[in-house]
């Protein structure tokens, strides 16, 4: 579909300084931007919180052309259980397994199918081969489904990505040959969300939103967050559009002028994410008080 592109898939953490750790040392992503708030997010982008929260957009370029993760932290959470909805991130780079043998991070499956866990359990599945500098790194993002029939329908036919090819276990979908793509692989059970649950978020022309919003109503599937406007101080209003598949996968569409804009890279975004670790200091206070901090 004209205009459609993939831009990020949000993961729920709860030690921030050891994820954030991984993602620099281990994956080598920047961090290309850093926000804090004080309260819950209105399209729920932190999941269904209402206390303060912050966000930090890590990857290997900018969004205009990079699929990067948007990594969202609960202050008063330590943890999310995982469900089987997401497989894994699938990363071409063997710079990747030297600086994890390096840092003597655990490598699984490393002579078949080498994967990388990041704190909090979610998988990176690594390429062994040269990591591309003109083009991203980042291959795919692998969600699971229950029923091949209806997710075909839903992604291919109603969402308008491109199906590049599928068989019984699995299909790859995207919007362009030089984007990251979507994989979904077919399971034989039921997909559980759990508390981890993440979201996959693309953008389009805001013209087109409300036309999604209009086909998705019309095919009788759920929206989440009806056509919204979402404010960020000092920085540009986007609207969003929320969805969830048959499987109940969340997906955000965002208005793309908007979000070019918001999404730039930020030059004190190192500085911005230090400042906050330094100032987080509810570990400590839950310590004090003999407490842990809840897991969700």
Not at 131 to 152: E, G, I, M, W, Y
Not at 193 to 200: D, E, N, Q
């Amino acid at each position: 579909m004209s205009g459609r592109r993939a831009l990020h898939f949000v993961f729920k953490v709860g030690n921030r300084t050891e994820t954030i750790k991984f993602y620099k040392d281990v994956l080598g992503m920047k961090i290309l931007r850093h926000e804090e708030f004080e309260e819950g997010c209105k399209a729920a982008c932190n999941g269904p919180y209402d206390g303060k929260w912050s966000k930090t957009m890590v990857g290997y370029g900018p969004e205009d052309d990079h699929f990067v993760c948007e990594l969202t932290y609960n202050y008063g959470l330590s943890a999310y259980k995982l469900g089987n909805d997401f497989i894994g991130l699938t990363i071409k780079s063997s710079q990747v397994l030297k600086n994890a043998e390096a840092l003597e991070w655990p490598i699984h499956d490393k002579d078949t199918s080498p994967y990388l866990e990041a704190p909090g359990g979610y998988r990176f599945y690594i390429v062994n081969e040269l990591q591309p500098t003109d083009s991203d790194p980042v291959q795919k993002v692998t969600l699971a489904s229950s029923d091949k029939d209806q997710t075909l329908a839903y992604w291919s036919d109603l969402l308008k990505l491109k199906l590049y090819t599928h068989s019984e276990r699995q299909a790859i979908l995207g919007y362009a040959d030089e984007q990251a793509k979507l994989e979904i692989q077919f399971i034989d059970q039921k997909v559980e969300h759990c508390k981890a649950f993440g979201r996959i978020a693309f953008s389009c022309p805001s013209s087109q939103l409300q036309t999604i919003e209009s086909e998705v109503k019309a095919a009788d599937k759920t929206i989440l967050t009806p056509f919204v406007s979402l404010d960020t101080p000092g920085k540009a209003t986007v609207q969003v559009v929320i969805l969830a598949d048959p499987d109940g996968h969340e997906i955000c569409f965002v208005g793309d002028e908007g979000f070019r804009e918001l999404s730039r890279m930020d030059p004190e975004a190192d500085r911005l994410l230090s400042d906050a670790l330094a100032a987080d200091h509810s570990d400590e206070w839950y310590s004090k008080k003999g407490l842990s901090k809840a897991e969700a």
